[in-house]
C-alpha cells in the first residue's frame, strides 16, 4: 500500500529541483505494469446510488480542513491552465499527458498545459523526495508542514483557494519526481483531479482514488464519473447539497451517456 496523498483546502482570499533528467523515454500509464494489472480488473458498472454516493462525500468536505465552510461545491468556472515548476523534462512530459487526459474524458471542462506561471491557475511543483517537506514548509508554515508530516506522511499534496462564490482561483500541487513512474502518475492524478474541487478523501467509498487505501495510477471510470458530474454547468460553484441532489438524476443521465462514449462501454 502506497503513502498516503494529502489534499488541503484554502477558503481563505490569499495564500497561498535540482536533479538530473532521465535520458529515457518518460513512461505513460499503459507500460506501467502496476498501471495495466489494474486496468485488467477495473470495475466499469455502478449504480446510479454508488455514483452519487461518492460525488456527494467527495465534493463536500475537505480531508484536511483549515478553516471556512465545506458545505458548498468547489470548482473551476473558468478555463484552467497548469504549470509545471521542475527540472524533469521526464515528468513534465508525462503531467502534460495526464492533463491531456483528465481534458479528454471531462466533457465540460477546458483543461490544458500552459508555460506561463503567471496565467497558471494550477501550479505543480516538481521536488525530490528529500525536497518534499521543506516545500510543503514554504507553502504552509513550520508549524503545519510538521503536523502533516506527524499525522499523514503524504507523498504529494495539493490544496486550492476560492472566492466568497466557492468558485476556486488557484490550486498548488506538490509531487515527488524520484519515487518511481506509478507513484508519479497515480498521485499526479489524484492531486490534480482533486484540486479541481473534490478534495474530500473518503475511506468508505473503494472504487474512488480518493480513498488512501485504494491507488490506481489512471484515470478510472469511477472517478471519470466524479468530475463529469461536478463540472456539469448545471452543478454550480456554492451549491448545497440539497440544491445538487435537485438536479443530479438529470445530470447523471448525461453523464453516464459521456462516459459510456468515451470509454467505448456497452
Known sequence: MSQP?????????????????DAARPATATEVPAITARQRHEKKVFTDAEIVEGFLKTAFGAEYHLAGRVDRIRKYDSPVRVFADGSRADRKAQLAKVIADI??????????????????????????DRELYRTIATFYGQERAKEIRSSLDPQCLSGFRKNEKYEIEHSDVILTVDNGDFVFLDCAYEELLQSLGPINDTATVPWTMFNDSVSMGFFDVYDQYLLNLLYDPRIKPGMNVQEVKAVLPAVLTDVRAWVAKVNHLE
Do not use: E, P, Y
Not at 483543461?111 to 494550477?122: H, N, Q
Open 103 to 128: 481534458g479528454a474524458k471531462v466533457q465540460h471542462l477546458d483543461i490544458a498545459m500552459t508555460d506561463d506561471k503567471d496565467a497558471a491557475s494550477v501550479v505543480v511543483k516538481l521536488v525530490r
Open 5 to 21: 496523498r494529502l489534499s488541503i483546502l484554502f477558503v481563505v482570499a490569499a495564500a497561498l529541483a535540482a536533479c538530473l533528467a
